[in-house]
């Protein structure tokens, strides 16, 4: 309590800067949680002295006024219990914080301070922080104050569920506890009205450790994200990911950057086992690394000169339709309901999956559609082999997101090695998001450009839209001859190397015209890239071909 | 320099009057031969379009400043003067057959850019003319007299600068604004419609055929069409693209054929449908076609969503007032009326729900029973009650829509008013039944079920719309049943919508409910959307956009196929009938084509060779598709809208282009 009470003087000066700033509430959350916890001190005596804190009067006004329902904040506790269980290492500071930036809100939301209603809001929301406090307190006691209270539930989801049963609430015994109770359940029954979810989550990171956070249910998986890197301090990559993991079905999946994060965890059942997890994966944003082993149909993997990628990825998803891309084969099908796998030729198209009916053609017409995507995700299956008696570990499951547990509405199919599952991965995910995919990759790489210019202002070289970090030297090759371009003025014409040779073809071409076509014979050619980046280099055209 | 005698045919002197013979000298230029023809013939009118062919060099002489030497045109010559623009009768993509005068003397690619400008077509880089394939002229046809909308009278190209100051004119009149238009090169507009279209209701008609859509055709008329069974028969049709590189005279096209405008290269840029509304309405055309004869593979899924789609859109375009003209205060008063609907469904939220007897049946439980309750709909959820008198207290059960697959089942022949629930939750999906006892209740449920699971409310403004859709597509349902089915726009033969496979595998009353499934997904689009749509999907299928051509590759012994696509070729072997090889255009370095012994030979990177001479179609029309197609994807660099046109010819062209 003295070292609470220590801060509680550093903070106020605090708050007052926060007054005329409001923007900057979440900047220092630590910070701001001494300063309540200060304000909850001075209530919790005041509760302890017994006083009835709100008169009856105060309330009634309220219950009629339907305009408070804007200023009351509905958000939900994830496995605060859990958290709570875990003792010492909790890291209920950044929990209280986002409590208080919650409050925060509400009070510049208020800013008549007169209003009643903004007063009680400001009261319930006190009441409501300092229960959890308290319980924080009494961790190690009172188990039982747990059970009853509101917010020890189970893995506990939304505020407004509980507030669904008041009855148990009334076999409380003690005054003071029933009478927070019967102000938190105003206080919910407000919260359920009102606009904005904010969900407290629990983030999982690689090395066992984990983070506790507020998220507000507008913010995307990229806000969340740079939200968690900030913190974090782990060194920006495009390869951060949000990681869904289901452990009952044990299976995961990586939420794409424009996703919703609180629509995607209130799928999760009360008792979920689920998790989030902070990791990177290279695979994320791999297609786009090397989108030659994704978009071409190939089966073996290739290297590909960066300009080339560029290209390829320009001319897949800069168009007005994005194509889907020739994804088919033979894989693996977990029949509904059985043990058995059985081999089925599968097509992926715009319009969902199909599979080839036996004894049929490939023919579009008499394809069999096995599933649309628009209602389902894909997912990437753990440890089938031991699970299902997968023919291999290369599994992926497809599913409706509210699914969690076992059901015939699950669909596994199988793979004979990584190569192929990452297409197919891949290949579904273009088709469901198309364009915006490639958005969130560039998005993405803007950002990890940005940070990465700040970290290390020294370095010049700025690196191009869609070049890896992780092909340092093929890149500075290429950069030298596109974008420099005065060394190669030595170079003779004739001795141009092939990755140059093998430019954008549309590019080439409008230098094209530039030339002249000769004619041979009356055997016309028609150059395609025979020109480098720069048209002024290389004034020769190659010679004519002969048939 | 000596004189001597030069006769010329006069074409408007009639096809029998003997030719005019004039007394040239060698040094004479084309021009003064033009004066001393028109001195001679006497009659007085507007030369200007006129021009010499030269038959036996199949070629005009368009160089009136060049001499009779320099052309090397002797006394044998046999001349005919005549204009350089005369009728055609244009198949359009819509089947419609338009009767108009395009220029015989300029290349065909100039000659499309005029036909384009005519019709309001932007980028008309993406068509061409192709030879019909020959209708089989049956006796009964004869008297099926087909209707020719006539644009004859329109002033040629040569007086596209009257129309614009004639526009201009009109313009200034109403709105300073238009004037930006000449700006960006986009077709100027009156009302809405380029300016010729306005001068009389028979143009204006004319216009409205160019930019709505074409009721679905009836399934006998699909039935006639021609259908390429086969990659091979596929091939053939692109054997009748007309040269871009040359006029139409010089390819025997005579005044009056018919030619078919279409689009040839699948690379749609920039469509935008404020001003593309010919072009959107024609492609669309295109495509829809391209599905009902299958020209274009699909599945039986996707071929119910085109339905679907069809479906929609010949019910909106008959419904929907055109909207011609861009009008910024519509715009305006639509987002105030939006917004203004935002409004009123805050304020009624607690207002909209509607209580309706219904029966309910998970389907776990019993397979017979359906019980009898009471449910309310409210925002997105359906509660229910064990009767009215409850309904105050707590529900048996609340189900949130939000997200659920919704279903018809439907029969209206035998009452059956059945909507089937998908519901998405932790252990699978629950399959709830909902039974109506009638129509009018049926399409309310079901209207608020769509919008519950898109995660509206019954306040949102679609409601009525989506019950009207839902009740005329039962409408449909119901004269389907009863066999002959009247001719009122609600009625539309669900045969009409797919390809003539699924007339033998469906009845129109199977095909009914399968169309409806796919239908409500698009029910709720607008006109453009559902045109942009049936694009999208079109353009999804994994054959869109090939162009076979049957060749010979070196070395081989069998003819293959080799698919143009937009960004690749393919080669297919006949024998398997499947892609064996793809070379993409990214990784093209040249290609050469011999003209002496009709040869192709493309280099690709890493020294891939390929060579192949062209069984159905000319090497001259492959050459040009493949320039075509790097010319179509240099467009997106080009900051301005002006055409390339010489570099089209570049890469398009023939060795006389150069």
Same mark, same amino acid.
């Given at each position: 309590?003295?070292?609470?009470?220590?801060?509680?003087?550093?903070?106020?000066?605090?708050?007052?800067?926060?007054?005329?700033?409001?923007?900057?509430?979440?900047?220092?959350?630590?910070?701001?949680?001494?300063?309540?916890?200060?304000?909850?001190?001075?209530?919790?005596?005041?509760?302890?002295?017994?006083?009835?804190?709100?008169?009856?009067?105060?309330?009634?006004?309220?219950?009629?006024?339907?305009?408070?329902?804007?200023?009351?904040?509905?958000?939900?506790?994830?496995?605060?219990?859990?958290?709570?269980?875990? @003792?010492?290492?909790?890291?209920?500071?950044?929990?209280?914080?986002?409590?208080?930036?919650?409050?925060?809100?509400?009070?510049?939301?208020?800013?008549?301070?007169?209003?009643?209603?903004?007063?009680?809001?400001?009261?319930?929301?006190?009441?409501?922080?300092?229960?959890?406090?308290?319980?924080?307190?009494?961790?190690?006691?009172?188990?039982?104050?747990?059970?009853?209270?509101?917010?020890?539930?189970?893995?506990?989801?939304?505020?407004?569920?509980?507030?669904?049963?008041?009855?148990?609430?009334?076999?409380?015994?003690?005054?003071?506890?029933?009478?927070?109770?019967?102000?938190?359940?105003?206080?919910?029954?407000?919260?359920?009205?009102?606009?904005?979810?904010?969900?407290?989550?629990?983030?999982?990171?690689?090395?066992?450790?984990?983070?506790?956070?507020?998220?507000?249910?507008?913010?995307?998986?990229?806000?969340?994200?740079?939200?968690?890197?900030?913190?974090?301090?782990?060194?920006?990559?495009?390869?951060?990911?949000?990681?869904?993991?289901?452990?009952?079905?044990?299976?995961?999946?990586?939420?794409?950057?424009?996703?919703?994060?609180?629509?995607?965890?209130?799928?999760?059942?009360?008792?979920?086992?689920?998790?989030?997890?902070?990791?990177?994966?290279?695979?994320?944003?791999?297609? $786009?690394?090397?989108?030659?082993?994704?978009?071409?149909?190939?089966?073996?993997?290739?290297?590909?000169?960066?300009?080339?990628?560029?290209?390829?990825?320009?001319?897949? $998803?800069?168009?007005?339709?994005?194509?889907?891309?020739?994804?088919?084969?033979?894989?693996?099908?977990?029949?509904?309901?059985?043990?058995?796998?059985?081999?089925?030729?599968?097509?992926?198209?715009?319009? @969902?999956?199909?599979?080839?009916?036996? @004894?049929?053609?490939?023919?579009?017409?008499?394809?069999?559609?096995?599933?649309?995507?628009?209602?389902?995700?894909?997912?990437? @299956?753990?440890?089938?082999?031991?699970?299902?008696?997968?023919?291999?570990?290369?599994?992926?499951?497809?599913?409706?997101?509210?699914?969690?547990?076992?059901?015939?509405?699950?669909?596994?199919?199988?793979?004979?090695?990584?190569?192929?599952?990452?297409?197919?991965?891949?290949?579904?995910?273009?088709?469901?998001?198309?364009?915006?995919?490639?958005?969130?990759?560039?998005?993405?790489?803007?950002?990890?450009?940005?940070?990465?210019?700040?970290?290390?202002?020294?370095?010049?070289?700025?690196?191009?839209?869609?070049?890896?970090?992780?092909?340092?030297?093929?890149?500075?090759?290429?950069?030298?001859?596109?974008?420099?371009?005065?060394?190669?003025?030595?170079?003779?014409?004739?001795?141009?190397?092939?990755?140059?040779?093998?430019?954008? $073809?549309?590019?080439?071409?409008?230098?094209?015209?530039?030339?002249?076509?000769?004619?041979?014979?009356?055997?016309?050619?028609?150059?395609?890239?025979?020109?480098?980046?720069?048209?002024?280099?290389?004034?020769? $055209?190659?010679?004519?071909?002969?048939? | 320099?000596?004189?001597?005698?030069?006769?010329?045919?006069?074409?408007?002197?009639?096809?029998?009057?003997?030719?005019?013979?004039?007394?040239?000298?060698?040094?004479?230029?084309?021009?003064?031969?033009?004066?001393?023809?028109?001195?001679?013939?006497?009659?007085?009118?507007?030369?200007?379009?006129?021009?010499?062919? !030269?038959?036996?060099?199949?070629?005009?002489?368009?160089?009136?400043?060049?001499?009779?030497?320099?052309?090397?045109?002797?006394?044998?010559?046999?001349?005919?003067?005549?204009?350089?623009?005369?009728?055609?009768?244009?198949?359009?993509?819509?089947?419609?057959?338009?009767?108009?005068?395009?220029?015989?003397?300029?290349?065909?690619?100039?000659?499309?850019?005029?036909?384009?400008?005519?019709?309001?077509?932007?980028?008309?880089?993406?068509?061409?003319?192709?030879?019909?394939?020959?209708?089989?002229?049956?006796?009964?046809?004869?008297?099926?007299?087909?209707?020719?909308?006539?644009?004859?009278?329109?002033?040629?190209?040569?007086?596209?600068?009257?129309?614009?100051?004639?526009?201009?004119?009109?313009?200034?009149?109403?709105?300073?604004?238009?004037?930006?238009?000449?700006?960006?090169?986009?077709?100027?507009?009156?009302?809405?419609?380029?300016?010729?279209?306005?001068?009389?209701? *028979?143009?204006?008609?004319?216009?409205?055929?160019?930019?709505?859509? *074409?009721?679905?055709?009836?399934?006998?008329?699909?039935?006639?069409?021609?259908?390429?069974?086969?990659?091979?028969?596929? =091939?053939?049709?692109?054997?009748? !693209?007309?040269?871009?590189?040359?006029?139409?005279?010089?390819?025997?096209?005579?005044? #009056?054929?018919?030619?078919?405008?279409?689009?040839?290269?699948?690379?749609?840029?920039?469509?935008?449908?404020?001003?593309?509304?010919?072009?959107?309405?024609?492609?669309?055309?295109?495509?829809?076609?391209?599905?009902?004869?299958?020209?274009?593979?699909?599945?039986?899924?996707?071929?119910?969503?085109?339905?679907?789609?069809?479906?929609?859109?010949?019910?909106?375009?008959?419904?929907? %007032?055109?909207?011609?003209?861009?009008?910024?205060?519509?715009?305006?008063?639509?987002?105030?009326?939006?917004?203004?609907?935002?409004?009123?469904?805050?304020?009624?939220?607690?207002?909209?729900?509607?209580?309706?007897?219904?029966?309910?049946?998970?389907?776990?439980?019993?397979?017979?029973?359906?019980?009898?309750?009471?449910?309310?709909?409210?925002?997105?959820?359906?509660?229910?009650?064990?009767?009215?008198?409850?309904?105050?207290?707590?529900?048996?059960?609340?189900?949130?829509?939000?997200?659920?697959?919704?279903? %018809?089942?439907?029969?209206?022949?035998?009452?059956?008013?059945?909507?089937?629930?998908?519901?998405?939750?932790?252990?699978?999906?629950?399959?709830?039944?909902?039974?109506?006892?009638?129509? *009018?209740?049926?399409?309310?449920?079901?209207?608020?079920?769509?919008?519950?699971?898109?995660?509206?409310?019954?306040?949102?403004?679609?409601?009525?719309?989506?019950?009207?859709?839902?009740?005329?597509?039962? =409408?449909?349902?119901?004269?389907?049943?009863?066999?002959?089915?009247?001719?009122?726009?609600?009625?539309?033969?669900?045969?009409?919508?797919?390809?003539?496979?699924?007339?033998?595998?469906?009845?129109?009353?199977?095909?009914?409910?399968?169309?409806?499934?796919?239908?409500?997904?698009?029910?709720?689009?607008?006109?453009?959307?559902?045109?942009?749509?049936?694009?999208?999907?079109?353009?999804?299928?994994?054959?869109?956009?090939?162009?076979?051509?049957?060749?010979?590759?070196?070395?081989?012994?069998?003819?293959?196929?080799?698919?143009?696509?937009?960004?690749?070729?393919?080669?297919?072997?006949?024998?398997?009938?499947?892609?064996?090889?793809?070379?993409?255009? #990214?990784?093209?370095?040249?290609?050469?084509?011999?003209?002496?012994?009709? *040869?192709? =030979?493309?280099?690709?990177?890493?020294?891939?060779?390929?060579?192949?001479?062209?069984?159905?179609?000319?090497?001259?029309?492959?050459?040009?598709?493949?320039?075509?197609?790097?010319?179509?994807?240099?467009?997106?660099?080009?900051?301005?809208?002006?055409?390339?046109?010489?570099?089209?010819?570049?890469?398009?062209?023939?060795?006389?282009?150069?």
């Amino acid at each position: 309590m003295d070292q609470v009470s220590d801060e509680e003087v550093e903070v106020r000066e605090e708050e007052e800067e926060e007054e005329e700033d409001s923007d900057k509430e979440d900047q220092d959350l630590d910070k701001m949680f001494g300063a309540w916890l200060g304000e909850l001190d001075k209530l919790t005596q005041s509760l302890d002295d017994g006083r009835p804190e709100p008169p009856p009067q105060q309330k009634a006004p309220l219950r009629q006024e339907t305009n408070m329902a804007n200023f009351s904040y509905r958000f939900s506790i994830y496995n605060i219990n859990e958290a709570l269980n875990q @003792g010492d290492n909790v890291d209920l500071d950044a929990l209280m914080a986002d409590l208080c930036s919650i409050e925060q809100e509400l009070s510049t939301i208020n800013t008549k301070p007169n209003s009643s209603s903004s007063g009680l809001a400001r009261f319930l929301l006190n009441c409501h922080i300092q229960s959890i406090r308290q319980q924080i307190n009494s961790l190690p006691l009172s188990l039982s104050l747990l059970k009853h209270s509101y917010l020890d539930r189970e893995t506990s989801l939304i505020l407004r569920n509980i507030a669904g049963k008041p009855s148990h609430l009334l076999t409380k015994e003690e005054q003071a506890a029933k009478l927070k109770a019967e102000n938190i359940r105003v206080a919910l029954e407000k919260i359920k009205e009102a606009q904005v979810k904010k969900l407290v989550i629990r983030v999982h990171l690689s090395d066992e450790s984990s983070k506790t956070m507020m998220v507000d249910e507008r913010q995307t998986v990229r806000q969340v994200l740079d939200s968690l890197l900030e913190k974090s301090h782990c060194g920006y990559s495009a390869d951060w990911s949000l990681v869904e993991t289901i452990n009952e079905l044990q299976m995961e999946r990586i939420f794409e950057d424009h996703e919703n994060l609180v629509e995607n965890l209130l799928n999760w059942t009360r008792d979920s086992q689920n998790r989030l997890m902070f990791t990177e994966r290279i695979e994320k944003y791999a297609l $786009f690394k090397n989108p030659q082993n994704y978009l071409l149909g190939r089966k073996e993997t290739c290297e590909m000169a960066e300009r080339n990628k560029e290209a390829l990825l320009e001319e897949c $998803f800069g168009g007005s339709s994005v194509s889907v891309p020739e994804m088919e084969g033979v894989l693996w099908l977990k029949e509904d309901g059985k043990k058995s796998w059985k081999k089925r030729y599968f097509l992926l198209r715009a319009s @969902g999956i199909y599979y080839v009916p036996k @004894g049929k053609a490939k023919a579009s017409r008499d394809l069999v559609c096995f599933l649309q995507l628009d209602h389902v995700n894909v997912y990437l @299956g753990q440890d089938y082999k031991s699970k299902y008696k997968a023919p291999t570990d290369y599994c992926m499951v497809l599913k409706h997101p509210q699914i969690q547990k076992k059901s015939q509405y699950i669909k596994y199919l199988c793979c004979d090695d990584i190569r192929t599952l990452q297409q197919w991965i891949n290949s579904i995910r273009i088709t469901k998001y198309g364009k915006q995919l490639y958005t969130n990759f560039q998005e993405a790489m803007r950002r990890s450009e940005a940070a990465y210019d700040w970290s290390s202002l020294s370095s010049s070289s700025i690196k191009s839209g869609s070049s890896s970090s992780s092909l340092p030297e093929s890149q500075s090759n290429h950069s030298s001859q596109s974008d420099s371009g005065v060394s190669e003025m030595t170079s003779s014409g004739h001795t141009r190397s092939q990755s140059v040779v093998s430019s954008i $073809f549309s590019d080439a071409w409008r230098r094209g015209t530039q030339g002249e076509v000769r004619t041979h014979k009356n055997t016309q050619s028609f150059p395609v890239s025979s020109l480098c980046s720069c048209g002024l280099h290389f004034p020769c $055209f190659p010679s004519v071909n002969l048939i | 320099m000596a004189a001597w005698d030069l006769s010329v045919t006069v074409e408007d002197l009639g096809s029998d009057a003997p030719p005019v013979t004039i007394s040239v000298a060698s040094d004479l230029h084309v021009g003064g031969v033009i004066l001393k023809l028109v001195e001679k013939t006497q009659i007085k009118r507007d030369w200007s379009d006129h021009a010499l062919w !030269w038959e036996q060099k199949q070629q005009w002489l368009l160089r009136t400043a060049w001499t009779l030497e320099k052309y090397g045109i002797h006394a044998d010559a046999r001349l005919l003067f005549m204009p350089q623009h005369k009728p055609l009768k244009l198949g359009l993509p819509n089947g419609i057959t338009l009767r108009l005068r395009a220029s015989f003397s300029c290349p065909v690619f100039q000659t499309v850019m005029g036909i384009c400008r005519m019709l309001n077509i932007r980028h008309p880089e993406e068509l061409s003319l192709l030879r019909p394939v020959e209708e089989k002229k049956k006796k009964k046809d004869k008297d099926l007299a087909e209707e020719i909308y006539d644009l004859t009278e329109v002033p040629l190209s040569s007086g596209t600068l009257k129309i614009q100051i004639f526009n201009y004119r009109l313009s200034e009149k109403l709105d300073c604004n238009r004037l930006t238009f000449f700006a960006v090169s986009r077709p100027c507009l009156y009302n809405g419609m380029p300016a010729h279209f306005v001068d009389s209701p *028979q143009m204006e008609a004319i216009y409205k055929m160019l930019s709505v859509t *074409q009721p679905p055709p009836a399934p006998e008329v699909i039935a006639k069409q021609y259908r390429p069974a086969s990659v091979v028969d596929k =091939a053939h049709i692109n054997g009748r !693209w007309l040269d871009s590189s040359r006029c139409l005279m010089q390819q025997g096209i005579q005044e #009056n054929d018919r030619l078919w405008l279409r689009f040839k290269y699948a690379a749609f840029y920039d469509i935008e449908p404020k001003y593309d509304v010919v072009r959107l309405t024609q492609l669309y055309e295109q495509a829809r076609w391209a599905i009902l004869l299958e020209d274009v593979d699909c599945t039986e899924e996707e071929m119910m969503l085109f339905g679907a789609l069809q479906y929609h859109i010949s019910k909106v375009a008959q419904s929907e %007032p055109q909207m011609l003209s861009t009008n910024a205060a519509m715009d305006d008063l639509e987002s105030a009326l939006m917004s203004l609907e935002v409004k009123m469904e805050g304020e009624n939220s607690s207002a909209s729900e509607f209580n309706v007897i219904v029966c309910f049946r998970p389907k776990r439980l019993t397979l017979k029973g359906y019980k009898q309750y009471w449910f309310k709909f409210q925002d997105t959820s359906i509660s229910y009650f064990k009767s009215k008198e409850e309904s105050i207290g707590e529900p048996i059960q609340q189900i949130n829509l939000r997200g659920c697959e919704v279903a %018809p089942d439907v029969n209206v022949a035998s009452q059956k008013f059945l909507i089937r629930l998908l519901i998405p939750a932790p252990e699978g999906m629950n399959e709830v039944y909902l039974r109506c006892e009638n129509e *009018q209740q049926y399409a309310q449920w079901m209207a608020a079920c769509r919008l519950a699971s898109k995660g509206k409310s019954l306040a949102d403004s679609s409601f009525q719309s989506e019950i009207q859709s839902i009740r005329s597509f039962l =409408a449909m349902q119901k004269t389907n049943s009863h066999g002959n089915a009247p001719a009122g726009d609600e009625s539309i033969n669900t045969h009409s919508l797919v390809s003539p496979r699924y007339h033998k595998k469906y009845k129109p009353k199977q095909l009914t409910p399968r169309i409806l499934d796919a239908y409500q997904n698009v029910a709720q689009l607008s006109l453009t959307d559902a045109l942009m749509r049936f694009l999208q999907i079109w353009q999804a299928l994994p054959d869109f956009g090939l162009s076979y051509v049957v060749v010979r590759f070196k070395g081989s012994r069998k003819d293959e196929v080799l698919g143009i696509a937009p960004n690749r070729l393919i080669r297919i072997d006949l024998g398997v009938g499947d892609v064996v090889k793809t070379w993409r255009y #990214n990784n093209m370095k040249q290609w050469n084509v011999n003209w002496d012994i009709r *040869q192709m =030979a493309i280099e690709f990177d890493g020294n891939v060779n390929i060579a192949f001479s062209c069984v159905t179609a000319d090497c001259k029309i492959v050459h040009e598709f493949i320039g075509g197609y790097i010319f179509m994807s240099t467009r997106s660099r080009e900051k301005s809208d002006t055409l390339n046109e010489e570099l089209f010819h570049k890469l398009t062209g023939g060795h006389e282009a150069l």
